[in-house]
């Protein structure tokens, strides 16, 4: 299991195609305007089936209200689009890093990193995959931090209903993994307020991160949840000012550091981010918990996701070997679902850990999104 420990946290199957470029670069003056409205596109090779890619710099809000510019890419399927609009599927990644040159829009292998993609292709959808803000674009990226994440998921969706060429209608879904299962709800909890043109049918998470304080008391003596805390603890203290220096030994800031810069991109990676976490098993953490001390403790429960509004269906999966994202903590959160009054489905896995979650679901999960476009009455679980 300890060996596997990092390719459970995260599934990531690309390396990166080369360092940034300008297409990234933009003046601050360029952020100003209409949230989810392109600045600029780039063609990209490898979609699937035929489809168009493009790289693309949009508009976007930070958590704190500021606009910024956010990266990401947009698939396209061959064809017309239908009267109305292609259906869209909002793509939320797990985690790829928390610095600029860890945005999956670099990765070599970007296409297989989308769970799904060909079949959501097949269908007919467009799929909009941000990298969220900080990656790509000038950092730091505001890990973990919902409302970013959420917002930059929503403008990509309005990317790809209105840039020449996507043929996007304004019915969507959200489909997202691990941090990407984090973001997706988030999604869901301010959908209708930030983006009323929208119309959000459904959300589906696989082994998301729900529940912060639980995620990181509950996994902190391993080394995955060692490196989960660490690029938390580096990228709050820049993005909500909240010092490390309350929490962690001064003997582990330079492994922290070192953690920050480093991306998961794909096996190779596992070994030196495994040396490099090594000096925080023998020094890390002051308190025993992050979540004992503020301001961590209000800015992990800022950023656990509440229920999301009962008339939006949920989709969850989740794997019953997953060590990162505990299944009790995917249970406990679709009991609040059910106890609100949400169509929920959760789709369990036996065997199944928390790198594989969104693979070994994506079939069932594109059949619910489908579903859901479909117009069809949402399933439950809730009672069973």
Not at 2 to 25: E, I, K, M, N
Not at 301 to 323: R, Y
Request: hydrophobic fraction near 45%; charge should be positive; include cysteine.
């Amino acid at each position: 299991m300890r060996r596997a420990w990092l390719a459970a946290v995260f599934l990531a199957l690309a390396a990166p195609a080369a360092a940034q470029s300008a297409f990234y670069d933009a003046l601050r003056i360029d952020a100003i305007g209409k949230p989810g409205t392109l600045v600029r596109s780039q063609a990209m090779q490898g979609a699937p089936l035929g489809a168009a890619a493009w790289r693309v710099l949009y508009r976007s809000t930070s958590f704190d209200g500021k606009p910024i510019l956010v990266s990401g890419v947009v698939i396209v399927p061959q064809g017309a689009p239908p009267p109305g609009g292609r259906p869209i599927v909002a793509w939320a990644h797990p985690t790829t890093g928390i610095v600029p040159h860890c945005a999956p829009s670099l990765a070599l292998f970007f296409f297989q990193q989308v769970q799904g993609l060909r079949t959501m292709v097949r269908d007919g959808y467009v799929v909009a995959a941000t990298d969220y803000p900080g990656l790509g674009t000038p950092g730091p990226h505001p890990y973990l931090v919902g409302l970013s994440e959420a917002r930059a998921v929503i403008d990509s969706v309005r990317v790809a209903r209105t840039m020449p060429g996507a043929g996007g209608g304004n019915r969507y879904v959200v489909w997202g993994h691990s941090q990407g299962g984090h973001a997706a709800l988030f999604t869901g909890l301010i959908a209708k307020s930030y983006a009323p043109e929208l119309t959000l049918l459904g959300v589906a998470a696989a082994a998301p991160a729900s529940a912060l304080g639980a995620l990181m008391d509950d996994d902190l003596d391993s080394p995955a949840g060692k490196n989960i805390t660490a690029m938390t603890l580096w990228s709050w203290q820049r993005v909500y000012d909240a010092p490390m220096s309350k929490v962690v030994d001064p003997r582990a800031m330079p492994a922290i550091d070192r953690l920050a810069q480093e991306c998961i991109e794909g096996p190779w990676d596992l070994g030196a981010r495994k040396r490099t976490e090594k000096p925080l098993e023998h020094h890390f953490l002051t308190v025993a918990h992050p979540d004992d001390v503020e301001p961590w403790r209000a800015l992990l429960a800022k950023n656990t996701t509440g229920p999301v509004p009962a008339d939006i269906p949920v989709f969850l999966a989740q794997g019953l070997d997953d060590e990162v994202i505990w299944p009790k903590v995917t249970r406990a959160y679709f009991d609040t679902l059910c106890k609100g009054g949400s169509k929920a489905r959760l789709f369990l896995m036996p065997g199944v850990g928390h790198g594989a979650a969104a693979m070994k679901s994506a079939l069932d999960a594109v059949a619910w999104m489908t579903a859901r476009f479909a117009g069809e009455t949402p399933p439950s679980d809730c009672g069973k």
